[in-house]
């Protein structure tokens, strides 16, 4: 096996599922190992996001985008976050997750996701999949999909709010290519079938199992291979 799990808890069934961000990630390519979302839809890693100064800046992030909101559609009504948790069904594989903040004016809703950092081309297919999943889910059309950004790094005022538009652009966004990415992985990961690892630095720099993977990225292996030819 190429990860030794004999550390980690396996999940109860209910429990099985694949972060919505996991997922955008991996059709935008920015983490591209099967092994290692597989993995993390059958089993807890254990680990524990604690990381007080990205509390504090989403926390910033989050009470701009609130106001921006309320100045921005009059009379807009906020879901309480806690009671709409959005499930879908890609295949046999479930995906979980919930934006920021969900919004109605009249009868559409409003997404948005507040980043704390700089921005990343996963971010819109992140809220472009809560967007459709709430669309199921809500039984309501979509008037607004948003991300915000505030970047500590800058200072602590600065604000960014980037408009991905509405019903029309989810279908840009989920192309029917980035819909097959998906409906690929959702598949190997219920496979039943060990998926391959694709070890890298960028993949296995904050993979939860790199620890326990026999196929860790290791850079000086990568370095010897590419020079292996070489002779002076
Ligand atoms: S350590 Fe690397 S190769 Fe192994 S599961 Fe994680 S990302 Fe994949």
Same mark, same amino acid.
């Given at each position: 096996m190429t990860i030794n799990l004999e550390s980690f808890k396996k999940k109860n069934a209910r429990n099985f599922c694949l972060g919505v961000s996991a997922a955008a990630k991996y059709v935008a390519a920015e983490h591209t190992c099967k092994l +290692?979302? $597989? %993995?993390? =839809?059958? =089993? *807890?890693?254990?680990?524990?996001?604690? *990381? @007080?100064s990205w509390n504090i800046s989403h926390g910033i992030c989050l009470n701009k985008s609130i106001k921006y909101l309320e100045d921005t559609f009059e009379g807009i009504f906020l879901y309480d976050r806690e009671s709409v948790k959005l499930k879908l069904k890609v295949g046999e594989c479930w995906l979980f997750g %919930? @934006?920021?903040?969900?919004g109605r004016v009249g009868n559409k809703l409003i997404i948005l996701d507040? &980043? +704390?950092?700089? +921005? &990343?081309?996963? !971010?819109? !297919? $992140?809220?472009a999949l809560y967007a459709a999943m709430a669309e199921l889910q809500l039984g309501l059309e979509i008037g607004g999909m948003y991300l915000t950004y505030h970047n500590p790094d800058v200072d602590d005022h600065n604000f960014n709010v980037v408009d991905l538009g509405s019903q029309d652009q989810i279908q840009e966004i989920w192309n029917i290519d980035a819909k097959r990415d998906l409906m690929k992985l959702a598949n190997i990961i219920t496979s039943g079938k060990p998926a391959k690892p694709s070890p890298n630095e960028n993949n296995c720099h904050y993979c939860d199992w790199k620890y326990k993977c026999q196929a860790v990225f290791n850079e000086s292996e990568h370095a010897l291979s590419l020079f292996a030819d070489v002779k002076v």
């Open positions: +290692s979302l $597989q %993995t993390r =839809y059958f =089993y *807890n890693s254990g680990k524990i996001f604690d *990381n @007080p %919930t @934006p920021d903040v969900i507040a &980043k +704390s950092g700089a +921005s &990343k081309f996963f !971010h819109r !297919h $992140q809220v």
